[in-house]
């Protein structure tokens, strides 16, 4: 039957990684395009989402089957902090115009986008489906959390599985990095903020200084694995629970060591230190990935150390075009 795979969010680091995959993978394979399969992949070039009309065109434009829906208002730390009411409004616009649309179109499957960083603040790790809305999220992204905490609520409690009987689910991953990340310094996460930061100073030959001990640890996934994980969804998951899309606990990694490995991708010869004055954050937030593991019957994920030579050739090659 054919289907068509509209891609929200597709300019960006997860669009663009499940494009890549889409387009490498052989046409028939686990993670490659099957027949009849068309695949869209929309910025805001085609539609402001958070605007009803422009998504009800979108949606008239290419008449979707299925939504794997991205997009959404993304930042750092910082802008999170400044911004939380713009957070909040932008993406319950986004994803209240997306999902009713989709139930309005009739579409088959939405498969929307949370965040493990939406958990609650106080909480029992590692992180599981169960905990999403056990108590409140961290005061510096209290805005985004709840505007994404919220698409689970709208799948299920309320409103479309229950009262419509939609075919809408979650995915909820840990850190993302890989190509076409955002190397914003100001508003970047670790992986690409390190990498670009390491990037100038073997440019400049200037220190190479990584805020705090070293010493905290963090889970991530590359873009190209999530990308799969995306397309094992869309293809074979019915339910409306949401999983956690991310590596093993064991795979947790110390910013020391993200560091180092970035050192050695960028090839970087100088001085290389940690400024124990900055704060560390949270020592650890582990999520666990056993539902995925059970669901999918086991997943090879890109080794840490190729992902990321991968991410930072993609940088120092394309450091023109990239977000910086
Ligand atoms: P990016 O910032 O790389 O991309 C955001 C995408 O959303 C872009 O395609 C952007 O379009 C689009 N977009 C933003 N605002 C609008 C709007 N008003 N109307 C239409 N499109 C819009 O994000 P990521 O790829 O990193 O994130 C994708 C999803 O994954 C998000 O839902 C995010 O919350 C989630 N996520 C990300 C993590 C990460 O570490 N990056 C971790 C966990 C979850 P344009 O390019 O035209 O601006």
């Known amino acids: 039957m054919a289907q068509v795979v509209l891609v929200t969010g597709g300019t960006g680091l997860v669009g663009k990684a499940i494009e890549h995959v889409i387009n490498t993978e052989s046409v028939g394979s686990k ?97 599981d489906e169960t905990k999403l809305h056990g108590g409140l999220p961290h005061h510096s992204n209290f805005g985004y959390a709840h505007a994404k905490r919220l698409v689970d609520v709208q799948n299920r409690q309320v409103a479309y599985k229950e009262e419509f009987g939609c075919n809408f689910t979650a995915a909820i991953p840990t850190s993302v990095f890989g190509p076409h990340d955002n190397y914003d310094l100001e508003s970047a996460h670790v992986i690409p903020a390190l990498i670009h930061r390491c990037y100038l100073a073997k440019k400049n030959g200037t220190p ?30 019915d339910d409306v629970e949401p999983v956690i899309l991310s590596v ?32 560390d954050g949270q020592f650890r937030k582990p999520a666990s990935n056993k539902r995925l593991l059970e669901l999918m019957g086991g997943f090879e994920f890109t080794p840490f150390e190729q992902a990321l030579d991968l991410s930072v050739k993609w940088f120092v090659e394309n450091h023109d075009m990239a977000r910086t």
């Open 31 to 127: 993670f490659g395009k099957q027949a009849g399969e068309t695949w869209v992949f929309v910025g805001t070039s085609e539609a402001d989402l958070r605007d009803p009309e422009q998504t009800r065109k979108l949606y008239e434009k290419y008449k979707p089957t299925h939504v794997i829906h991205l997009a959404a208002l993304v930042g750092g730390v910082y802008k999170n902090m400044k911004y939380k009411l713009t957070f909040l409004r932008d993406n319950i616009l986004i994803n209240d115009n997306i999902l009713h649309t989709a139930y309005t179109h009739k579409t088959a499957k939405v498969i929307s986008c949370l965040s493990t960083c939406v958990f609650p603040d106080a909480v029992e790790y590692p992180l």
């Open 248 to 279: 093993a606990e064991e795979e947790e990694m110390s910013v020391k060591q993200i560091a180092d490995a970035i050192v050695k991708a960028v090839g970087f010869e100088g001085e290389y230190s940690f400024d124990t004055t900055r704060s």
């Open 208 to 237: 190479f200084v990584v805020g705090g001990t070293g010493r905290p640890l963090r889970q991530f996934i590359f873009s190209y694995d999530l990308a799969k994980c995306f397309i094992w969804m869309l293809r074979n998951y």
